[in-house]
């Protein structure tokens, strides 16, 4: 496929349950990566995407693993995808662990489809080496019940040109091979070691649809600017479900942030006025 550097990603802004309508909302409503965890214990937060999903949006429910450490059972991801009226499931996987990965994503793949098939389901690559990330990924690329595929975060701190430890070599390498399926949807799921910067490369690809991420949000509650061509450095920040309070006086800096990470994409959803 031909890059096009004026390719947009869509970025779906992760926010604490409080502060959806003055960060994650969206105009227009296009794409929300959604924690099922969060929709079946909070019905506020529920309500909220719900709303987005009537106002057009695609809703991705998530399968829990990273904030939890481990994966929901299938059932409670399709329960959660039904409340929210999501049309897309990201499969339970294994960080790392592209055996681990593809045994866990193929088990709910059968069991998700058993209980119902109104959801496009996506896998996610893992690895521990390049062996391993190209196995995992011609696995569910070759898959007729894998409609997307994610790829999450490069977040070690030292650089590498890996694919499993390197997002934008990975990338590079499927399209500089001709393994991009135009069938399939393909993600990038939160930010990594360089932050927004890796969208100024990423974007070029034509066919990576969606990148989700708290960091615009985190760092600004914390009062850190994220500046439009770097450097990034990001410090460790508490998980989004665990801030109940946000300075409102640091409002402007987190909108700055959002807007800094979706010129970055070249990403034209706004905030829609939470009036």
């Keep these: 496929m031909a ?3 004026a390719k947009s990603i869509t970025v779906s802004v992760i926010a604490p349950t409080a502060y959806l309508r003055e960060f994650a909302a969206q105009e227009p409503a296009t794409v929300h990566h959604v924690a099922a965890q969060r929709v079946l214990s909070d019905p506020v937060y529920r309500a909220f995407f719900l709303d987005e999903a009537g106002r057009g949006a695609t809703i991705i429910v998530d399968n829990g693993v990273f ?6 059972k299938s059932a409670d991801l399709v329960r959660a995808a039904q409340a929210v009226r999501a049309e897309e499931i990201v499969l339970p996987d294994v960080m790392h662990d592209a055996p681990a990965t593809m045994h866990a994503s193929d ?9 119902s098939d109104e959801f496009r389901l996506c896998a996610v690559v893992h690895a521990t080496d390049d062996d391993q990330w190209r196995r995992c990924y011609d696995h569910f690329a070759a898959s007729p ?9 490069s977040r070690r701190k030292e650089p590498s ?4 430890r390197n997002r934008v070599a990975a990338t590079g390498y499927l399209e500089d091979h001709g393994l991009v399926d135009p069938s399939k949807v393909y993600r990038l799921l939160g930010f990594g070691r360089t932050g927004h910067l890796e969208l100024f490369e990423q974007r ?3 066919w990576i649809s969606s990148i989700d991420g708290a960091a615009p949000v985190l760092l600004g509650a914390m009062g850190i600017r994220m500046l439009p061509d770097g450097p990034y450095d990001k410090p460790p920040t ?8 946000i300075d409102p006086g640091r409002f402007p800096l987190i909108r700055h942030n959002i807007n800094t990470v ?9 905030i829609r006025d939470a009036a």
Excluded at 107 to 115: M, N, S, V, W, Y
């Design 107 to 115: 088990l709910a793949a059968r069991q998700i489809r058993e209980i």
């Design 262 to 270: 979706r010129c970055a994409a070249n990403c034209p959803i706004q």
């Design 67 to 72: 904030d939890l450490g481990e994966s929901l």
């Design 145 to 153: 019940h894998i409609g997307a595929i994610a790829f999450p975060a």
């Design 238 to 245: 508490p998980r989004v479900e665990t801030v109940e309070q």
């Design 204 to 206: 070029e690809h034509e």
């Design 161 to 164: 040109l890996a694919l499993s």
């Design 3 to 5: 890059g096009n550097p």
